[in-house]
């Protein structure tokens, strides 16, 4: 069962196939408000949040998906990648496939 699943239950729906990016690390933690995914794009680790479908059922008032930058307290080999006071919001978005098609313009990268 993925990571995210056990933390925030089987139900939840993501919106996308994550099977569709592999480069996805699932990083979620039921203390956290939402699942979430670390990634890297050229140099700059990135931490998508996707919050629950229903706005009602957020605990915080934003999109659904959020891409943050991020930065890694950890090594490249064993990162721990985490966002910040000092992150930026690099796409906020309602629609899965608005977040689809960002994701699979970073797929040529990975």
């Not at 089987?10 to 670390?38: I, Q, R």
Request: zero cysteines; charged letters at 30%; glycine letters at 4%.
């Amino acid at each position: 069962m993925a990571l995210y699943k056990r933390e925030f239950g089987e139900e939840f729906n993501l919106g996308f196939d994550l099977a569709d990016f592999p480069w996805l690390k699932d990083k979620s933690w039921h203390n956290d408000v939402s699942p979430s995914f670390t990634f890297k794009a050229g140099t700059q680790y990135l931490v998508l949040w996707v919050d629950h479908e229903e706005p009602d059922s957020r605990e915080l008032e934003q999109e659904r998906y959020l891409v943050m930058t991020a930065f890694n307290e950890g090594t490249e080999a064993e990162a721990e990648i985490y966002t910040g006071e000092d992150s930026e919001v690099v796409l906020a978005t309602e629609s899965p496939s608005e977040l689809i098609t960002y994701l699979k313009q970073l797929s040529s990268a990975h």
